[in-house]
């Protein structure tokens, strides 16, 4: 090898170098710039995985057991696991507006947020909402604000807006059963105008369930 193609192999070397050395921050800052530009979109579907969330659950000053849970679940992530971090992620507000709220880990996690001081709002079906195994009763007993419609029609949502900022909205009632057995899907959003719509639909229907207007002695029509 002549002198000039040394220097053309030492030129291609640093060359190579450099790029090595910079491409991890041209990575990162491509990243974050994709992730600036796009708000979230995300899907869950179900059913999902039976998985631990015992973790996720834990009461605030309760040392985290690490990786130590003893049961007998897998503890990786699953639909129901990802659902919960997202309504966890909750700091200042949590609008809930569900037909039917029977599962005891999406009642935790609620109840968790309740006892964070974010303000909790549920609206629900009066029908569903008597039955067994509804965790309806024991938010309000937490406290939780919670109203509900005096119709025969239901009130068949199943949307939540975190924050005022994340809408959460699918086909899945918050039970155990549609966890586990029913194709679902649950839609995860940060869309600003969808939040939006969702947030004064739910404001709309605060106010229509109201209290103060339930007629508990509902007047006959007059012909
Ligand atoms: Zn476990």
């Not at 000039?4 to 491409?23: D, F, K, N, P, Y």
């Not at 966890?88 to 507000?93: Q, T």
């Not at 039955?131 to 009763?137: A, E, R």
């Not at 586990?180 to 719509?197: A, G, M, P």
């Amino acid at each position: 090898m002549g002198p000039v193609r040394w220097q053309v192999v030492a030129v291609a070397a640093v060359g190579l170098a450099l790029t090595l050395e910079v491409l991890p921050s041209v990575l990162r800052w491509l990243r974050a710039g994709r992730r600036r530009r796009r708000p979230r979109r995300q899907v869950l579907f179900f059913p999902s995985q039976v998985t631990c969330t015992e973790a996720l659950l834990q009461a605030p000053g309760v040392a985290p057991s690490g990786s130590g849970c003893p049961c007998s679940l897998p503890h990786g992530e699953s639909s129901l696991s990802q659902l919960l971090r997202a309504l966890l992620a909750a700091r200042a507000s949590l609008e809930l507006c569900l037909f039917a709220f029977s599962s005891p880990q999406l009642g935790r996690a609620v109840e968790l947020l309740h006892q964070r001081g974010v303000r909790v709002r549920v609206i629900t079906d009066c029908d569903y909402m008597a039955l067994n195994g509804s965790q309806i009763g024991l938010l309000r007993k937490a406290g939780i604000q919670v109203r509900h419609d005096q119709d025969l029609g239901y009130m068949h949502h199943k949307f939540a807006v975190v924050d005022k900022k994340v809408l959460i909205t699918g086909s899945l009632n918050w039970t155990t059963q549609a966890i586990q057995n029913n194709r679902e899907n649950v839609l995860i959003t940060e869309d600003e105008e969808y939040v939006r719509l969702f947030l004064e639909e739910f404001e709309r229907i605060w106010e229509e369930f109201d209290p103060t207007k339930y007629s508990f002695f509902p007047q006959k029509r007059r012909h």
